[in-house]
């Protein structure tokens, strides 16, 4: 079984841009700490593994945000990535499952009337929020149509997850192909023939090899792949306790003070790794203090 890792690469005969992603620890170990059904494990696996795909296209620490919202069971699911392979996700709904059911199909789970949203972080510092609706039942195909209408770009993407015997996930892959400024729109205009045709699900039944052999046959016939990048990846969250102690005293004085007398402290999880941060009545009151002028927060 290959690591957890995103490679990236060009195509440079014909100016295009490709990342392939490995996401199958990261996948079982967020199914794992969010408790999920196998529905729910399988969307949460194709999730992170886009994540890390729209992650890859950006630099350093910024962080993209892929978001699904609907009106099915599921209700919702965020996932984090960035450039450097971290990776996190929350789920709304993490009891979900439908047995028979092709879990690839978001219409059963988000729902019919749901959207595919992506929250860059610029390098300004700034936020910029891409949403299309769900005009197809795959993440990958949405997250196609996504690059086309927000960022005018054309890009072939796809994300398979295959399952075990107890239908959650054992095995997540993500290959995203997207062309650069003067590149070759016929051949990316193949290759997104080729996915659709399963060209990676089919390579993915066949062959347990890791890194860019596996997408090698989908991109066969347009010369040599230049690997630029090799990069883990992990699941990390980003939650501290210091963050734990700006959102108690973003409540404000009042629910500080109701929290002291009605438990006797207080308890935050974090929704990401489900780390739970305990604060006594004691340390709930020093950062009462805090709040106040000539306090030491």
């Known amino acids: 079984m290959s690591r957890d890792h995103i490679v990236r690469a060009l195509l440079p005969e014909h100016d295009l841009r490709v990342l392939v992603a490995f ?23 194709q999730i992170l593994t886009g994540a890390a795909l729209v992650g890859g296209l950006g630099k350093g620490e910024q962080r993209v945000t892929l978001q699904l919202e609907g009106n099915g069971p599921l209700k919702g699911m965020f996932a984090e990535g960035s450039a450097e392979g971290n990776l996190r996700a929350y789920v709304r709904a993490e009891r979900v499952d439908f047995p028979g059911r ?32 769900l005009d197809f039942q795959r993440l990958d195909r949405n997250l196609e149509r996504y690059f086309e209408a ?32 003067g590149g070759d729109d016929a051949a990316l205009a193949t290759i997104v023939e080729r996915l659709r045709d399963g060209a990676l699900r089919r390579e993915l039944g066949r062959t347990d090899r890791g890194g860019t ?77 805090s709040m106040r002028p000539g306090g030491e927060g």
């Open 102 to 133: 092709d879990p690839s199909n978001l219409e059963y789970s988000i729902g019919p009337e749901g959207y595919v949203s992506v929250l860059r972080e610029l390098p300004t510092g700034e936020f910029y929020r891409g949403s299309v609706g």
């Open 150 to 181: 927000s960022d005018q770009v054309p890009t072939a993407v796809a994300i398979e997850v295959e399952a075990d015997e107890a239908r959650m996930p054992s095995r997540a892959v993500g290959l995203l192909v997207q062309r650069l400024p």
């Open 23 to 45: 996401a199958t620890g990261v996948s079982q170990h967020a199914a794992s700490i969010h408790r999920c059904e196998p529905t729910a494990a399988m969307v949460l696996s």
């Open 213 to 289: 052999q596996l997408a090698l046959p989908v991109l066969e016939g347009f010369g040599p792949l230049d690997v630029l990048e090799d990069i883990p990846l992990s699941y990390r969250c980003t939650c501290s306790r210091e963050r734990a102690e700006r959102g108690v005293i973003a409540a404000g004085e009042d629910e500080i003070l109701s929290m002291v007398a009605t438990d006797k402290g207080a308890e935050l999880s974090c929704e990401f790794c489900k780390t739970v941060y305990r604060f006594t009545a004691e340390e709930l009151l020093g950062l009462l203090d």
